[in-house]
Every structure is written in C-alpha cells, then in structure tokens.
C-alpha cells in the first residue's frame, strides 16, 4: 500500500473495518479514495479517470503525507522522540 502512495499514485480501496485505522492516518479524498460497493468504485474510478488534476493532487498530496508521517526517517525521528520523552 506505502509503495504506491510511495510512487505519487492515486490509491482506490475498500472502505473495510479495518479501513478505519486507515482513516486514522489518510484523510479520504485528500489521500487516499474509498469505495463501499463494486458500483461505488466504478464510479469513483470513471471520475478520476476523467479529472487528471483531481487524479493527481490527491496522489501528491498523499505522497506528501507518507514521506512526512510514515517514511522511515519520520517513523525513526518518531521513535526518537518517544524515547527521549521517556527519560
């Protein structure tokens, strides 16, 4: 999953229960797209098809966020942080 967003592309997933631990680090729409039902993803994919920008700043704003926030630099300088808070 990282190594697409990873890439700058768009991710389409389903909105499952374990989604909502997704939701708690990706911003539906801004990030990543979600979908309910077979007619929802199409849909959704018929959309972003048509909408390159929509399409491509939804990859790049969730490329942004992953090398922020989840990269392994960030989860190092994380880790770091919680340790030395521990002191």
């Excluded at 990269?71 to 030395?84: D, G, P, Y």
Aim: net charge positive; aromatic share 6%.
């Amino acid at each position: 999953f990282r190594r697409v967003l990873f890439r700058s592309r768009v991710v389409v997933t389903d909105r499952l229960p374990d989604s909502k631990r997704l939701s708690d680090c990706l911003v539906e729409d801004e990030h990543v797209v979600l979908y309910d039902s077979v007619e929802e993803c199409i849909e959704k994919v018929k959309s972003l098809l048509s909408n390159s920008q929509r399409r491509k700043k939804i990859a790049e704003s969730a490329y942004r966020h992953v090398i922020e926030h989840h990269s392994a630099f960030a989860r190092a300088k994380k880790l770091v942080e919680i340790i030395s808070s521990n002191r």
